[in-house]
């Protein structure tokens, strides 16, 4: 049967068969776990997760398939196979650095939990709702339907805008003429986003152009589900409210020339002054709305660091802690005694917008000793600058 055969084949015809085998035996597998990830697909969706893996298994058996086949040739000594092997994977490894990367990532990601499935985001520019978070990319949905998916990696380096993990302050800007009081915006813009169905709703003047002036209207959405729709709907209150009012809406590009005689001003008509009790009150309803997180942060910081250096046990017991911190708030601005309980001294300190954190740290870090020495300093300089007055005086 095999006397017209050559000799090299008939003698080296065993190896020949195994490496037909190891081929076909690779070819059948990777049929096989492409069957078995198509059924699995099918049955529970695509995911970034069921893809690596199908990848990965395929990419082991093609390794395998080309081990077992080096290894059958003849003659090739087993620092040979290292050394191909030892190069396969070099190119292996060199070619997937971004996938490499991007598994990292999403490990880390997951870790963070910086999102979560169905959260709002925007992420590198990029704004909707977070559809996947897969062991190699984020997979957002755009308001538009459209998806975009994001390699971990670059999640990982970009500044991450989660709407959902707090409520979100929704903001339409609007320009008008000079002509219109500012009172009259402010009241028409809030009304707008009351009728939006948004909470604490307050009014900016962004910008004062050459012939127009920029509002925003503000308001507190808690669904954040609904931030696009609501922001819609609130442009369609602004234009309803305005054009019920009799009160035009200026593009910053439209300029309206009327002749005016020379003497003519174009201001509005007066009114009453709002007081600067009144600024401030609105400033901080403004401000207790945008930056609560970071309000309640710092006062949580605030608390622990007199936890830490133990402020409350020292004021019950020594009557001279509490006329030391007594007088230290006072310089502060606020009002303060020492017959003033520690535990109300506690909450002015951690709730006080003059007092920060660091000035805190830098005032209890100090000993009794410390202060007294440096009031000495003190004195000391003023003493000599009073001498060198006094010296100035005389010549």
């Known amino acids: 049967m095999f006397e017209n055969l050559p000799a090299w084949f008939t003698l080296y015809l065993p190896e020949i068969a195994f490496a037909l085998i ?3 035996g690779a070819f059948l597998v990777e049929l096989l776990i492409g069957h078995i990830y198509k059924n699995y697909r099918q049955k529970h969706g695509t995911s970034q ?30 620092n040979a196979v ?15 650095t971004t996938l490499i990367a991007n598994a990292v990532s999403g490990v880390v990601v997951k870790m963070m939990s910086q999102y979560n499935v169905g959260d709002m985001v925007k992420i590198a520019g990029n704004f909707g709702k977070v559809s996947e978070i897969g062991a190699l990319q984020t997979e957002l949905q755009m308001p538009k339907r459209g998806l975009v998916k994001l390699p971990n990696s670059l999640v990982l380096k970009e500044a991450i805008f989660n709407y959902t993990a707090q409520k979100y ?37 962004l910008e004062l152009g050459n012939n127009w002036v920029k509002y925003e209207a503000n308001g507190l959405l808690e669904d954040t ?3 696009v729709i609501v922001e819609s709907n609130l442009r369609k209150n602004i234009l309803d409210r305005f054009n019920s009012a009799g009160v035009e809406i200026l593009s910053p590009d439209y300029i309206n020339l009327k002749k005016f005689p020379l003497s003519q001003k174009t201001i509005p ?37 007199m936890d830490k250096v133990k402020i409350l046990e020292a004021m019950k017991e020594k009557m001279s802690e509490r006329n030391r911190i007594a007088v230290w708030v006072k310089s502060k601005g606020l009002r303060i005694t020492a017959w003033t309980k520690p535990e109300d001294i506690i909450e002015k300190l951690a709730t006080s917008k003059k ?41």
């Open 22 to 24: 190891v081929v076909i």
């Open 82 to 96: 290292r050394l191909v092997l030892g190069a396969v994977g070099v190119i292996l490894a060199l070619s997937s």
């Open 169 to 205: 302050i929704i903001h339409v800007p609007i320009t008008l003429g000079y002509n219109i009081p500012h009172k009259k915006v402010e009241k028409l813009l809030i009304q707008a986003a009351k009728d939006t169905g948004l909470k604490n709703p307050f009014v900016f003047v």
């Open 49 to 78: 997760g069921t893809q690596l893996t199908e990848s990965a298994l395929k990419i082991f058996v093609f390794v395998v398939a080309i081990f077992l086949l080096l290894a059958s040739i003849p003659g090739l000594s087993a």
């Open 225 to 227: 589900d609904k931030m």
């Open 269 to 305: 008509p007066k009114t009453k002054r709002i007081s600067k009790e009144e600024f401030i009150k609105e400033d901080k309803n403004a401000e207790s709305v945008m930056f609560a997180k970071a309000k309640e942060e710092e006062e949580t910081a605030k608390r622990s660091e």
């Open 355 to 395: 007092i920060t954190l660091a000035e805190m740290k830098e005032f209890f870090g100090k000993t009794e000793d410390d202060l007294k020495k440096e009031k000495e300093v003190k004195k000391k300089k003023s003493s000599k600058k009073k001498k060198a007055s006094k010296f100035a005086i005389k010549i």
